[in-house]
């Protein structure tokens, strides 16, 4: 699951980085909220919501994606009446789609900051996730010899001035 939650993920970072480059079109905002759902202990989530409208080549299209960027979702309702407020109902917007997919339309092109720190975790749950799959799925298997694979040698060269770095294998 979190293996595919990854692969989810890089290819979000991989169309924010082509949403640059993409072709615009003239839109029109359709619908502006803020969503409010129940966040248990942590109060509630506030979550901007637009919809737009767009045509390309006479055919019309409707979008809801604002960026590739982080998600806006809070627990504060000020990030998200920020967001909205950029784009309120009626009002007209650049639209960004992808001309190999229109329907693939954004209204900020690019990443925001928060995407390596939501990769490296995703790549971390990722390790573990797999982890407990093989201890599950071959419970036989002996993770010494897994352990062995990436265990490191360290070797002293020329007088201490130079570490050597290698990977041994205990496999038999």
Not at 19 to 34: D, F, H, L, M
Not at 60 to 71: A, V
Not at 104 to 124: I, K
Not at 139 to 146: A, C, R, T
């Amino acid at each position: 699951m979190s293996l595919l939650l990854l692969l989810g993920q890089i290819w979000s970072i991989y169309q924010g980085i082509q949403s640059k480059n993409w072709p615009t079109a003239e839109g029109v905002v359709i619908q502006s909220y803020v969503r409010i759902s129940p966040g248990g202990d942590s109060g509630d989530i506030y979550e901007p919501r637009i919809s737009y409208e767009y045509s390309i080549s006479g055919e019309p299209y409707e979008s809801n994606s604002i960026s590739y960027k982080q998600n806006p979702n809070t627990t504060s309702r000020g990030p998200a009446d920020d967001v909205i407020s950029k784009y309120p109902k009626g009002s007209r917007v650049r639209v960004y789609y992808d001309p190999n997919n229109p329907t693939n339309a954004v209204l900020e092109t690019g990443l925001g900051d928060g995407w390596p720190y939501l990769l490296l975790m995703l790549f971390f749950t990722t390790t573990i996730g797999t982890g407990i799959w093989a201890y599950v799925v071959w419970p036989g298997l002996n993770f010494d010899n897994i352990r062995g694979l990436f265990s490191l040698q360290i070797v002293r060269v020329s007088m201490g001035k130079c570490w050597r770095f290698s990977r041994i294998s205990t496999l038999r």
